[in-house]
Structure formats: structure tokens, C-alpha cells
């Protein structure tokens, strides 16, 4: 039987640990509506489930990097991606992430030539135009292993009438969950999708949904 610790102990064991910084996509969310902090964990959460014990996996869109150590728990190598210069600057000062790293590179623009076993992105997907939608995802693609899995998530079309004028003037591209599942039928042979509501992923009725998954192989 292991020995329990005191009180005393566990505040001693507790002042040696690193403090985790977040950056700044993660501070403003606190500070600005930290309920939807909660959310987006959930969203990592349930990512962190589909691909656990994967080989090499890629988050596009990363931001700061800060809610994607709850996947990099998960998997066995995470690699981070973003356009922003600034939030690979931000996450590398979350220097416990051991198994990561964090890349410059624009999928809507162009092919980056790693292969990945599985791949996801988060709330980046209403911030492409439907111009460069597909190409978006063929890039995507091609960087996937065959029968490789990837993860998309986007809030809802039908949800954009509740969301803040700051968020509507960046998500130029919200859609339906059959509108998502339509676009991502053109280059995946499989796609399951599921909807979110706050913190919970559900396969309810689709006009309802806050926010829509999709896993595809």
C-alpha cells in the first residue's frame, strides 16, 4: 500500500510545478466568456477519444497550442500547425508538451509533404472561404496516410444566429451538418458525423446543433 501524503506535502509537491502560460487566443477567451473555454476543451476532449494511441498525428489551426496538450496526452506525436507566426512564438512557452512541435504552414493555399496517420482541425474550417474550401481539404488529404483519419469541427450555420458580432464577422463559412457531410463526401469515401451542445457530443436533431463534427477515413 502506498503511503498517503499529508496536506503540508501536497503543497510542497504542488509549488514545483511549472506554471502552464496560456496564450493569447486562450487569455482573451477567458477573460472575455470563459464558459466557452469549457467548450472548447470538450471539443479537444472528444478529439483526444477518436484518436487515442494514434502513431503522428497534425492539428491544424492550432492557435496558442494551449487546449492541445489534452491530445497530445493521447497520442503517441502531435504536430501543431498554424499561419500565425505569433502563436508558434505563444506555444513555445508551453514547454511540457514533450511529444509536440509547432509548424508555419497554409493549407488553403498549398500541400505540406509530411504524412500523417490521422489529422483534425477545430474551429478553423467557417474561416476558409468556399472558394478555397476545396482545396483546403484535398491538401489535407494529401498529407494523409492511406486510410488515414481526419477530424473536422465548425460551429453550426443555424447557431450563427446567437453568435457575437465579432464572430460573425470571421466566420464566412458556417455550415449545415448535411452541408458539411456534402462538401466532405467529395473526397472521403467514409464520413460519420455527430453534433455538440456545450460540453456534450450527441447525435440529436441536426438544426439544434451548436456545433458539428465530422470524422472521416
Known amino acids: 500500500m502506498k503511503k498517503k501524503i499529508n496536506n503540508k506535502e501536497l503543497i510542497d509537491i504542488l509549488s514545483k510545478t511549472k506554471n502552464a502560460e496560456m496564450g493569447k487566443h486562450v487569455s482573451y477567451m477567458y477573460q472575455k466568456n470563459p464558459k466557452q473555454l469549457v467548450f472548447t476543451l470538450a471539443r479537444y476532449k472528444f478529439v483526444s477519444k477518436i484518436l487515442d494511441g494514434f502513431n503522428n498525428v497534425m492539428e491544424i489551426g492550432a ?87 481526419l477530424i473536422i469541427g465548425t460551429p453550426s450555420i443555424e447557431s450563427q444566429r446567437y453568435a457575437s458580432k465579432t464572430s460573425k464577422l470571421a466566420h464566412v463559412n458556417c455550415k449545415s ?30 438544426p439544434m446543433s451548436n456545433y458539428n463534427f465530422a470524422v472521416c477515413n
Open 63 to 149: 492557435g496558442d497550442g494551449f487546449q492541445s496538450s489534452i491530445v497530445a496526452q493521447t497520442v503517441k506525436k502531435l504536430t501543431l500547425c498554424d499561419i500565425d507566426i505569433r502563436n508558434k512564438l505563444d506555444f513555445k512557452k508551453n514547454t511540457f508538451l514533450k511529444n509536440s512541435k509547432y509548424l508555419i504552414h497554409d493549407f488553403s493555399e498549398k500541400k505540406f509533404k509530411g504524412k500523417f496517420n490521422a489529422m483534425f482541425c477545430l474551429d478553423v474550417l467557417e474561416h476558409i472561404s468556399k472558394k478555397k474550401e476545396n482545396r483546403f481539404i484535398k491538401n489535407i488529404k494529401f498529407s494523409l496516410v492511406k486510410n488515414g483519419t
Open 177 to 206: 451538418k448535411a452541408n458539411l457531410k456534402k462538401l466532405l463526401k467529395k473526397h472521403f469515401n467514409v464520413v460519420y458525423m455527430f453534433s455538440m451542445n456545450d460540453e456534450i457530443v450527441h447525435t440529436g436533431y441536426d
